[in-house]
């Protein structure tokens, strides 16, 4: 098993330095935005939250992959550690969103958004990879059949984002730009320094999701191995322990 | 190594027959799909529908109704030992994955038979909807029977079969019921069908399938392996 720990500390103490920049640029650089004034600030946090969490959607999916096309379970780990720190990352996606929505528009929640709409529609497909992953006992095909799971998600976004942009491009205004063209400088520059920072946070989690996996997993195997007789089970087990 | 085609005919042949023998899925979702109508009929207090309604009832009957066709669609594999019969042959696997599909396709058209004319009668004022909706049933029902029978084979392993796939099933096809739903609103309009968009939703409904088609083609055999 591969030391998923090591380096863990160092990317730590990077995710938690970028955080602080991020927060201090957010709070003491970037400008009063002219229109919302201080609520905009939300905007660095659920933007970063939201892009982080999509792209950490197309790991899983990649991973998911790997995993069919290699068959190591390794691969599967990664993929389940990706989409669930994504699922959490959504759920701040969605309570950062309807906090935005409520202090611009006065609703928790708007269906004119596309976006948070798209997003609301992703999340509730990605909720659904917990009980389906769980509901299936045999190890080998949980494994298999969640990739399955995730590359077909995978597809099923963009065309997502589609047909809800669509359903409402020609009704109802895009209230934001969502290219960032528009943002002055020093917003922008906020902006990607936030994005950073998110994207290093996920990164980190990930990790040491991974790391506690795999701590435990060796725990498991180390008792099985104390467990066994030791004529059957001892050399057997022994190369996976060194 | 027996030809795809024969594979795929044979198991679509089996799958049919058992159907009109054991009459085990149609006559359930058919009569599903009726009492709902007069479910929404009580429920929404309208004795006739037009536009978005029209096209939200009749999407979200049929949706419900493909939905327990679904869930038996694999279930005498799983329970008669088709699954290993299919793994033992010399055969594609991706065959079964087609062979299902278009049985899933049959009883959705099928069921549509059945149920659209009841629409019809239940709610609309006239007909002449039904023949450019017949392009959007097509459609849809292509996109119902790849993600059903990709998301039904996988569900049917699980031990909370009847709960998983239309759990699973629900999400992931927003998108075909967007588009339905979109191509089918000004369609049933109150003063005769309009075409607002209807080539774009058509397109968007042809993309999905294509998408779903290609995506079970590919993962299919993933699914069968043990």
Known sequence: ?242 | MTPSRTAFAAILAKDLRSELRTLQSLPAMALFAVTAFVIFRFGLDRTSLSGSLASGVLWATLLFAALLGINRLFVAEREEGGFDAIRLAPIDRSALFAAKAAALLVYLLVLELVVVPVFAIFFLDSTAALGPLLAVLLLADLGLAATGTLISSMAVHSRARDLLGPLVLLPLVVPLMIAATGASEPLLALHGPGYHRFGTWLAVLSLYDLVFLLVGYAVFDFLLED
Request: proline residues 5%; contains cysteine.
């Open chain 1, 1 to 242: 098993m591969t030391p998923f720990g090591s380096g863990l500390r160092a990317l730590s103490i990077a995710t938690v330095a970028a955080v602080a920049i991020a927060f201090s640029l957010v709070f003491f650089y970037a400008p009063l935005d002219a229109d919302q004034g201080f609520i905009q600030k939300i905007f660095y946090l659920h933007v970063p939250l939201a892009i982080t969490a999509l792209v950490g959607f197309v790991i899983g999916g990649v991973f998911a992959i790997l995993h069919l096309r290699s068959g190591d379970r390794r691969w599967d780990a990664y993929s389940y550690v990706s989409i669930h720190m994504s699922v959490i990352f959504g759920v701040a996606v969605l309570i950062t969103g309807a906090i935005w929505a409520k202090a611009s528009w006065g609703h928790w929640w708007v269906w004119d958004e596309p976006t948070l709409v798209s997003f609301l529609i992703v999340f509730l497909m990605y909720a659904t990879y917990y009980p389906f992953r769980y509901a299936i006992e045999d190890r080998d095909r949980q494994a298999r059949y969640a990739s399955v799971f995730a590359i077909v998600a995978g597809a099923f976004v963009p065309l997502n984002f589609m047909a809800v942009r669509l359903a409402q491009s020609l009704v109802h205004p895009r209230v934001f730009a969502t290219t960032n063209g528009g943002l002055p400088g020093s917003m922008m520059l906020t902006f990607l320094a936030c994005l950073a920072a998110v994207a290093l946070l996920w990164v980190t989690l990930v990790k040491l999701e991974l790391t506690a996996k795999s701590a435990s997993g060796q725990l498991k195997r180390l008792r099985r191995a104390l467990d066994a007789p030791a004529s059957g089970g001892g050399p057997r087990i022994a190369p996976e322990v060194s």
